[in-house]
């Protein structure tokens, strides 16, 4: 008999924890299985994230110009943040893949428009990170220093 208490009192200990477990963690689990996305309170102010300075050579006919640039991405989502970090070698990989085939003449042509600009690397910074499984929830991209010399 006491050996059946046992067993009944052990299966209920170990129940107890997968279910607390599973209540704990049942935001994340939710969204692996698809079956809702959990609320994310957003930020009323914006949310900044620098990325570091990115410098790449230009090609000319006559000489190797440098495009030096520094950004920021705003976001309103907290979560968005820490995130942010992690993605930091992708999205760098993206500005070199977005410059590396572009020679000084047509970068200086589209500082013209920087706001064109920013919503084109915007563009390829949030195609970047879907294509590997992330789903970022980016606003803006802003420029705030560019220099080509």
């Known amino acids: 008999?006491?050996?059946?208490?046992m067993v009944i009192v052990g299966v209920l200990v170990v129940a107890g924890l997968t279910l607390g477990g599973v209540y704990m963690m049942r935001d994340k689990i939710s969204v692996m299985l698809g079956l809702s996305v959990p609320l994310v309170e957003l930020s009323k102010t914006p949310l900044f994230k620098p990325l570091d300075k990115f410098v790449i050579s230009l090609?000319?006919?006559?000489?190797?110009?440098?495009?030096?640039?520094e950004?920021?991405?705003?976001?309103?989502?907290?979560?968005?943040?820490?995130?942010?970090d992690e993605y930091e070698p992708l999205m760098r990989n993206a500005l070199v893949q977005?410059?590396?085939?572009?020679?000084?003449?047509a970068v200086r042509k589209e500082l013209q428009d920087v706001g064109a600009l920013q919503k084109a690397l915007l563009a390829?910074?949030?195609?970047?990170?879907?294509?590997?499984?992330?789903?970022?929830?980016?606003?803006?991209?802003?420029?705030t220093k560019v220099v080509v010399q």
Do not use: W
């Open 1 to 5: 008999m006491k050996r059946i208490l």
């Open 59 to 69: 090609d000319s006919e006559d000489t190797t110009y440098y495009l030096v640039m």
């Open 71 to 84: 950004s920021v991405l705003v976001t309103h989502r907290p979560d968005q943040l820490e995130q942010l």
């Open 98 to 105: 977005y410059f590396s085939n572009r020679s000084n003449e």
């Open 124 to 143: 390829k910074l949030v195609t970047t990170l879907q294509g590997y499984g992330y789903d970022p929830v980016l606003d803006e991209l802003l420029i």
